[in-house]
């Protein structure tokens, strides 16, 4: 199976800022990743697919970017409502792996 | 609008078994493939199972393989999940997907399963 290793596991910042969130994959993927935002109490939400795709109806400030094993999810500007966690996800082949996810809180 | 409405989850007992069920609406169902997602309290996503829109082709994790079945109804939308020999660890919540593509494009709101005696 591929492991999917995200990290930092938490990360703390403010409104405004730049934050980057990075996925590892075991073995290479290509650029079969995609982000999911997931809020307490809700559904994950689809950000990015194919690594770098925005999702219909994403905002711009989302991004990602990367292939084989090495992967980023960035946001630009940090707003009060991406405050959340995030997993990726490998969609190369069977079975499906996520990422431990990634809290992204207040600081 | 895509709707995906899971239903079935509940309290069983340990080796027990329930059938979940997720009612899709807002696009032609039985061109996608669905998927189960679930998660533990507190814990990450796991990927569950999925099937291709036609239903002919499955695929389902370790984890679950031989104790688990996904099937489809295209002539009712509907996606289910039948689960036996229950066991604690597979308490969660669990949430179906249209699936395009291996990934997970739209969500239901999820179904609590409690495996407890």
């Known amino acids: 199976d591929i492991q999917m290793t995200q990290s930092p596991s938490s990360v703390s910042a403010s409104v405004g800022d730049r934050v980057t969130i990075t996925c590892r994959a075991s073995q290479d993927i290509n650029s079969w990743l995609a982000w999911y935002q997931q809020k307490p109490g809700k559904a994950p939400k689809l950000l990015i697919y194919a690594a770098s795709s925005l999702q219909s109806g994403v905002p711009s400030r989302f991004s990602g970017s990367g292939s084989g094993t090495d992967f980023t999810l960035t946001i630009s500007s940090l707003q009060p409502e991406d405050f959340a966690t995030y997993y990726c996800?490998?969609?190369?082949?069977?079975?499906?792996?996520f990422g431990q996810g990634t809290r992204l809180e207040i600081k | 609008e895509v709707q995906l409405l899971e239903s079935g989850g509940g309290l069983v007992q340990p080796g027990g078994s329930l059938r979940l069920s997720c009612a899709a609406s807002g696009f032609t169902f039985s061109t996608y493939a669905m998927s189960w997602v679930r998660q533990a309290p507190g814990k990450g996503l796991e990927w569950v199972s999925t099937i291709s829109g036609s239903g002919g082709t499955t695929y389902s994790a370790d984890s679950v393989k031989g104790r688990f079945t996904i099937s489809r109804d295209n002539s009712k939308n509907t996606l289910y999940l039948q689960m036996s020999s229950l066991r604690a660890e597979d308490t969660a919540i669990y949430y179906c997907?249209?699936?395009?593509?291996?990934?997970?494009?739209?969500w239901g709101q999820g179904t609590l399963v409690t495996v407890s005696s």
């Open positions: 997907a249209k699936t395009f593509n291996r990934k997970a494009d739209y």
């Open positions: 996800q490998q969609a190369n082949i069977f079975p499906i792996t």
